[in-house]
Each structure stands twice: as structure tokens, then as C-alpha cells.
């Protein structure tokens, strides 16, 4: 399974701005779908944003107006644009991986990198 790590995170006001990266060991220009997830403290990991090898986006419906997903497959790297930030954004967010459309989301999931929203 190809390893992940995510930067960018920090500490932002609401309604300000963040962009996340994630770097991938390999390549991911083949990659059925790449996707961003985020798990605030005693709650359950919940699916952000996801781009599919077809361009295809996925905005879960709390970002959805907010946030934007991009690859670069010359760099092996998603990133996740996060404007108009809001506290309930908090999380560690993660990226993750399905190679193949047969194939659920990875297990070995990483850091991570920490967004807090304060007021």
C-alpha cells in the first residue's frame, strides 16, 4: 500500500484559509480514487472530498462551496483548498487512497495534519 503524508495544517480564524497537501510514495496517475477525510476528537473518521483518475470531484455536503480538490500527478501530490474555515472544521485531517475500484479505502492510515478553527 503506497504511504501518505499530509502537511499544511494549522492553527486559522474563521473564514480563513488553508491548503493541505498530500505527498504519495507513488505514483498516482492511475489511482482510482484519491480522497481527503477528517476526524474530530470522539467522532467518527468522516469522508471530506475525493477526486477520481477521471477528474471527477466529491464534496461532502458541509464543504461543498468551501473547499476545493486537486491533483498533480507530476508531483504525486492532492491538495485540498479550504477557504471560509469554520470551527466545526477542526480535525486531523488525512488522505487516503482506493488503487482500484474493487478495493476499499487503505488501512494504514498516517499522521495526518491538524486544522484548528478557533474563534
Known amino acids: 500500500q503506497a504511504q501518505f503524508v499530509e502537511s499544511g495544517g494549522g492553527l486559522v480564524q474563521p473564514g480563513g484559509s488553508l491548503r493541505l497537501s498530500c505527498a504519495a510514495s507513488?505514483?498516482?496517475?492511475?489511482?482510482?480514487?484519491m480522497g481527503w477525510f477528517r476526524q474530530a476528537p470522539g467522532k467518527q473518521r468522516e469522508l471530506v472530498a475525493a477526486i477520481f483518475r477521471s477528474g471527477t470531484k466529491y464534496y461532502a455536503d458541509f464543504v461543498k462551496g468551501r473547499f476545493t480538490i486537486s491533483r498533480d500527478n507530476a508531483k504525486n501530490t492532492v491538495s485540498l483548498q479550504m477557504n471560509s474555515l469554520k470551527p466545526e472544521d477542526t480535525a486531523v485531517y488525512y488522505c487516503?487512497?482506493?488503487?482500484?475500484?474493487?478495493?476499499?479505502?487503505?488501512?494504514?492510515w498516517g499522521q495526518g495534519t491538524q486544522v484548528t478553527v478557533s474563534s
Open positions: 487516503n487512497a482506493r488503487p482500484i475500484v474493487s478495493m476499499t479505502w487503505g488501512d494504514d
Open positions: 507513488t505514483s498516482i496517475f492511475s489511482i482510482y480514487e
